[in-house]
T-cell receptor, first 116, second 112 residues
Framework: GAVVSQHPSRVICKSGTSVKIECRSL??????MFWYRQFPKKSLMLMAT?????????EQGVEKDKFLINHASLTLSTLTVTSAHPEDSSFYIC????????????FGPGTRLTVL | AQSVTQLDSHVSVSEGTPVLLRCNYS??????LFWYVQHPNKGLQLLLK??????LVKGINGFEAEFKKSETSFHLTKPSAHMSDAAEYFC??????????FGTGTSLTVIP
């Protein structure tokens, strides 16, 4: 149980284009989902917290207009990187907290974004 | 202030020998504590968690951790390392609500 999927697992795009990453909780409902960015050999950096049906809360320094987050249902959150640039290349990981009130985050397998 | 400190950025052990990955935390609240493992280019997998029940927590793959309030520690151990244990390990503290704090990670190398 408590499986989270991400799609795509890898994506390569040209500079200036937009990329959408999906995060799904497969066997549970998640009121809250988190989006992280991870640089090589580094810990996870929280980008934003999204709650179903409301606006995401972005961490300081994260551009909300560049990293659009939508959490339209209890099993799906999306992160759209708009007008991507090479410096946006990174490993993006989502996680989900069950709506049952569990304090555990369950993580997706990550998405490797490469911007050329 | 809340924080998590993983005392070793890198640990190297021989296969079959014990593993000890250290984690100290600072919290004004009664925290929930987690250990996650991350293999290369993968997401994080939950190993175990402490949520104010038994102080010795058993997890998957033979790992366990002991919550010691007096020492504000939550060290991860395994009696005998396996080659497949080589990965990055993260200690995470949940303080309240959606406030989670991540350690900087410990890279475990297992020598055959």
């Amino acid at each position: 149980g408590a499986v989270v999927s991400q799609h795509p697992s890898r994506v390569i795009c040209k500079s200036g284009t937009s990329v959408k990453i999906e995060c799904r909780s497969l066997d549970f409902q998640a009121t809250t989902m988190f989006w992280y960015r991870q640089f090589p050999k580094k810990s996870l950096m929280l980008m934003a917290t999204s709650n179903e049906g409301s606006k995401a809360t972005y961490e300081q320094g994260v551009e909300k207009d560049k990293f659009l987050i939508n959490h339209a249902s209890l099993t799906l959150s999306t992160l759209t990187v708009t007008s991507a640039h090479p410096e946006d290349s990174s490993f993006y990981i989502c996680s989900a907290r069950p709506s049952t009130g569990s304090d555990t985050q369950y993580f997706g397998p990550g998405t490797r974004l490469t911007v050329l | 202030a809340q924080s998590v400190t993983q005392l070793d950025s890198h640990v190297s052990v021989s296969e079959g020998t014990p593993v000890l990955l250290r984690c100290n935390y600072s919290s004004s609240y009664s925290p929930s504590l987690f250990w996650y493992v991350q293999h290369p280019n993968k997401g994080l997998q939950l190993l175990l968690k402490y949520t104010s029940a038994a102080t010795l927590v058993k997890g998957i793959n033979g790992f366990e951790a002991e919550f010691k309030k007096s020492e504000t520690s939550f060290h991860l151990t395994k009696p005998s390392a396996h080659m497949s244990d080589a990965a990055e390990y993260f200690c995470v503290v949940r303080v309240t609500g959606n406030q989670f704090y991540f350690g900087t990670g410990t890279s475990l190398t297992v020598i055959p």
